[in-house]
């Protein structure tokens, strides 16, 4: 199952979305994670799941553009402005180096913007 956590508003989506057929729980991406965005536990989304797995904490899925933003330079000019928008080729290239997606050896990770 795919599962969103995140929002939307007036300038983008801001969705993690966690494929739970590949997530095993192994906690990599907590650790790896320098804004306490991630956790693992029992599923938010799906309470009948046995494993625990990788969700957005729910504080941090109500501001993962801010919480994100260090991570995301590519977004962001040196005066801390955002930029215009990378390519889609850059963008995805630029996500796939995100230490939360990064570490994720099961490719479970994926960010929307
Ligand atoms: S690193 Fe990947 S497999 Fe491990 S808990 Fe995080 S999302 Fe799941
Ligand atoms: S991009 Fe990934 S590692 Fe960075 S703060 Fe967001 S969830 Fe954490």
Same mark, same amino acid.
């Given at each position: 199952?795919?599962?969103?956590?995140?929002?939307?508003?007036?300038?983008?989506?801001?969705?993690?979305?966690?494929?739970?057929?590949?997530?095993?729980?192994?906690?990599?991406?907590?650790?790896?994670?320098?804004?306490?965005?991630?956790?693992?536990?029992? =599923?938010? +989304?799906?309470?009948?799941?046995?494993? /625990?797995?990788?969700? &957005?904490? #729910?504080? !941090?899925?109500?501001?993962?553009?801010?919480?994100?933003?260090?991570?995301?330079?590519?977004?962001?000019?040196? =005066?801390? +402005?955002?930029?215009?928008?990378?390519? /889609?080729?850059?963008? &995805?290239? #630029?996500? !796939?180096?995100?230490?939360?997606?990064?570490?994720?050896?099961?490719?479970?990770?994926?960010?929307?913007?």
């Amino acid at each position: 199952m795919m599962a969103n956590w995140g929002y939307q508003d007036g300038s983008g989506k801001y969705f993690i979305t966690i494929d739970t057929d590949k997530c095993d729980g192994c906690g990599a991406c907590v650790e790896a994670c320098p804004q306490g965005v991630l956790e693992v536990g029992e =599923d938010p +989304a799906d309470p009948l799941r046995d494993e /625990p797995v990788a969700f &957005a904490g #729910e504080e !941090q899925r109500k501001k993962l553009k801010f919480a994100c933003s260090p991570c995301k330079t590519y977004l962001t000019s040196v =005066d801390g +402005a955002e930029s215009s928008m990378p390519t /889609p080729e850059l963008l &995805a290239e #630029e996500r !796939q180096k995100l230490p939360c997606v990064a570490v994720c050896d099961k490719a479970a990770i994926t960010h929307s913007w």
